[in-house]
């Protein structure tokens, strides 16, 4: 799938799709909630706005955020699903990040006011995105 998908047509090709012509996305999967954090704090500082995203998946919780890695070779890019599997649900609706002085974490309900704290959206999804292969 190399195009943007609209009523089952690819844009760029014109061709109709179907359900089962979108693959799944590349997983990474990572070893922690902090190292989730990074990475979304990392793609939002360049030009993308960054949102987790949550569900529950046969008893894991999952926090997680879809990207396209652009330009992968000859294709136009490759999608990654990177995640982290937790043992709790969010406590909040914020994942509150802070790299300095000393690197924290937490969940909150609201904006902190303080200038070197960056809030991560957690969306909270109904289940499982359908395309994951998890």
Not at 42 to 48: G, L
Not at 51 to 79: A, D, Q, R
Not at 100 to 119: C, Q, T
Request: with cysteine.
């Amino acid at each position: 799938m190399n195009g943007l998908i609209r009523s089952g047509f690819c844009l760029e090709t014109g061709v109709k799709m179907s359900k089962e012509d979108i693959r799944p996305p590349v997983n990474l999967k990572l070893s922690s909630m902090t190292d989730l954090a990074r990475m979304l704090v990392s793609w939002s500082q360049r030009d993308r706005p960054a949102s987790m995203l949550y569900f529950e998946h046969e008893g894991k919780h999952v926090y997680g955020t879809m990207i396209s890695n652009h330009g992968y070779y000859e294709y136009y890019g490759m999608p990654l699903w990177i995640y982290y599997e937790a043992d709790e649900p969010p406590k909040g609706n914020f994942l509150a990040y802070k790299a300095r002085p000393k690197e924290s974490l937490k969940f909150v309900d609201a904006f902190e006011s303080e200038p070197m704290i960056v809030h991560l959206p957690i969306i909270r999804l109904a289940e499982k995105l359908e395309i994951l292969d998890i």
